[in-house]
Structures are given as C-alpha cells and as structure tokens.
C-alpha cells in the first residue's frame, strides 16, 4: 500500500512533464529527417538524443570493436579544438555530451542549458564532421578499452555475457563484443577510425529525439546546422542471416566461487504484434523484481540465487527472451533445472488473472516515470523511434496494455517461453553436475 502512495505521489509530480512527452510531435529539418520533439519550457534545459547506424554490427571482421572505438573518441578534440580544450569547451557552458554503441546504434546524449544550446550543438556538430583522432588520443583511448577488456576476463558475469552471444550468434556479426576484443582493437590504425567515422556518421537512417525549453522553429536551425554538412550516404546494410540460438548447456570453465549463467529463447522483434503481450508476461515470468516466479521459486523458496531476471532483447535484426542468474557452484545444474521447470509451468499454464492485473497495474504506472526529466524524455523518445514504432504509440502505449487479456497472455506463454529451445552459457565451473 504505501509503495502505491509513494507512486501516485511521483506521478503527481511529473505529471506535466509527462503530459508535453505525450503530446510529442515529428518535425523535420532537411529531407528524410527523422526528429521526435516534446516542447517543455518547466526548465531552461534542452536534452538531445541522436542515434546513428553505427553500432558493432557494422564492425570489419578483422576489426572488432571499431564501432565502439570511434565512438569513444567523439569527444577526444574536433576542428581546431584537441582532446583537452574540447573538454574544457563543454565544461565552460555545464554542457553534458556522452556516448554509447550497442550492437546496432551509436547513441550520443547531449544535454544544455536553454541558454548554452547554439555552443552545445555547434560543439557536437564539430565532433560528428570534423573528428581529429590525434595519435595520442588514439593510443591512450585504445589503452583504456584494452584494460577493461582485461578487467572483465575476470569477471564471470561480463564472460558468460560476452561467450552467449558467441555461441548464440554464430558467425554474425551480432556474435562479437561491442567493445571488441583485444586482436581486434590492437588492430585497428587512425585511418580505420576516420574512415568509419566519414561511413557511418552519417544523416541517412540519423533518428533524433528532442525535449525542452526551445520551440520548433528554433530546434529546426539548430538541427540543419548541427546535422546538415553530415553526409547523407546510408551505411552498407549489415548481413541479415543468422543463427539464432544454440540449445542446450554451453559451459566456459572460470575458477570463480559463484558461476554465472545467461540463458535465452528467440524472440520476437520490437514491431511484432505479440511483442505487447510477451511484455507482459515476461514481467510475470522474471521481469518484475521480487513479485516474478523465477524470484519466487529460485531464490525465496529455495534460496539458490540472489537475483534472477528476464527481458525482452530487442535488436534490430533479432529478438530475444533472455535471463541471467548467479549461483554456486554446487547448485548451478540444481538452479538451471528450477529456471526451466518454471519457465515450462508459466509456458504451459500463462498466468494467473491477479497476476496479469498486478503487472498491467505495475507497468501502466511506472510508465510516466521515464518522463520525469527532459533528459528522460528524450531518451525514452529515442528507445521507441529506433523501435521503429509511430510517434502515437508514445500516448497510446498504456491503453495497449490495458487492453491486453488473458488469453493474450497465455497464447503467447505458450508460443515464445518454452524452455526446450533455451540456450544456456555458464562462465564457471558446475560441481553438482551429473555425469
């Protein structure tokens, strides 16, 4: 009861923010573009997001990790500006730029003062047309992302994550680490990052999410400047077949006292129709923190793990269902026989109707809290368009899942959450497994 008192209470808070995000609106600035815009003037603050095709999918065979590399060095000095004084370019006006790739996009994140926004976005602008990659910049980067490499070979959880996809993918190019691997990134010269950067930061298939104190006539100029001298040639598409799961137990020997596990099922991609449904579900099933059934059965009940939890992975090519538990050593084949045992119930059964009604209640409601800053807003924004979703599925998305049922639910139980095509990687050693 007072966890639903505390929620109405933030929802109150945020309500207006939430409403503008509601009400976002498309508008262009060259042709073809693609920006998401919601107008909020509560705050002197403008937060962008614009995603590019330029994620590890598109990383040369021999060159893994050059995605994630020229990503890194975005911010690593532009034009006439090194590393340290665009640095200290973007401190000067509090502006916050950052960077991520995942397997299909590079995400860049800006956000600035109303009053900062020409020198913010003439900043970015900069660093997309006009990337130095000086040498020193280059190797120093290049040795930070060579140490955390490093770092994660130690850690169970980062080696059975990066070893599932391996063994799930196959030979696509979705199989290779996003922050590439050490041959790869040794690899890879000044002239692989200039190159990538003039292929792949480009406007064709540029998704921009916006929101904050400005208004469209304003965005529309800062945008064209910002984005219009990129080129507009689309990237080549990356190879469309792939494999999609390995059944059965794939174990990477680590001597660690507490193995880690991902499992996963193929899934469905985000436009789907059933996508909404096994949403749902999959917040029943190990989605939901303590309230899902794998909580439930695998650590409350038996105290095997202290944290199991499932979710829909949507790429852009592939989707998957797919978990991640932790356990010892002595009860990993105990644990893993538990996750399907529940898995192949809910598949069978679906859930029950308090259960439908407590996770619609749940996502319904935490729903406008990824609204409650314009930062949030655009992030979110930008999570739907690269969704490839229309921009009314941002208002309607609650009444969608109100409106789904239970037979919605249990068909797609039923259809997408059988264990017997699960896909299993463990990074440790198993000691309760029979032989």
Not at 21 to 37: H, L, P, R, T, Y
Not at 111 to 140: C, I, Q, W, Y
Not at 276 to 292: C, D, E, Q, R, T
Not at 412 to 423: H, I
Request: charged residues 20%; proline residues 6%; hydrophobic residues 45%.
């Amino acid at each position: 009861m007072r966890a639903r008192v505390v929620l109405a209470c933030m929802l109150a808070l945020i309500a207006p923010l939430s409403a503008q995000a509601f009400g976002a609106k498309q508008i262009s600035f060259a042709k073809g573009s693609d920006v998401w815009f919601a107008e909020d003037h509560t705050l002197p603050m403008i937060a962008l997001v614009a995603a590019f095709p330029a994620g590890s999918v598109y990383d040369p065979q021999d060159r893994d990790g050059l995605a994630s590399f020229a990503a890194s060095m975005l911010d690593e000095g532009a034009g006439k500006l090194d590393s340290k004084a665009f640095h200290t370019a973007l401190a000067d006006k509090a502006i916050q730029l950052s960077v991520d790739t995942d397997r299909d996009w590079m995400v860049v994140s800006l956000v600035t003062l109303s009053t900062n926004a020409k020198e913010a976005m003439r900043l970015l602008g900069t660093a997309l047309a006009h990337p130095r990659f000086d040498a020193d910049a280059v190797a120093r980067v290049r040795a930070q992302m060579l140490q955390n490499i490093n770092q994660q070979d130690e850690d169970p959880a980062q080696v059975a994550a990066r070893n599932f996809h391996l063994v799930y993918f196959g030979a696509h190019p979705y199989a290779h680490p996003t922050d590439g691997d050490g041959p790869g990134l040794t690899a890879i010269k000044q002239a692989d990052l200039k190159n990538f950067a003039a292929t792949h930061w480009v406007r064709s298939g540029l998704k921009i999410a916006v929101a904050g104190d400005i208004d469209t006539a304003a965005l529309a100029s800062l945008l064209k400047s910002t984005f219009g001298p990129l080129r507009a040639a689309m990237p080549p598409s990356p190879p469309q077949n792939m494999r999609r799961g390995a059944p059965g137990l794939h174990v990477f020997a680590m001597d660690v006292p507490q193995p880690n596990a991902v499992f996963a099922l193929p899934g469905m991609l985000r436009n789907d129709k059933d996508f909404l449904p096994a949403y749902v579900a999959n917040y029943i099933l190990g989605g939901g923190g303590f309230s899902s059934r794998l909580t439930a059965d695998v650590r409350e009940k038996r105290g095997l793990t202290y944290d199991i939890s499932t979710d829909l992975a949507t790429l852009k090519h592939a989707g998957l269902i797919e978990g991640t538990v932790a356990t010892r050593s002595n009860a990993v084949t105990q644990t893993l026989a538990q996750v399907k045992d529940t898995m192949a119930k809910f598949s069978a059964d679906g859930p029950t109707p308090q259960e439908l009604a407590d996770a619609k209640t749940y996502l319904t409601g935490a729903y406008p809290l990824s609204f409650s800053s314009n930062a949030g807003t655009a992030s979110q924004l930008s999570v739907f368009q690269r969704s490839g979703l229309p921009i009314g599925y941002v208002a309607k998305r609650n009444a969608m899942i109100d409106a789904i049922t239970l037979d919605d639910v249990k068909r797609v139980a039923k259809k997408w959450f059988d264990p017997k095509r699960l896909t299993v990687v463990v990074a440790g050693t198993i000691k309760d497994q029979k032989h």
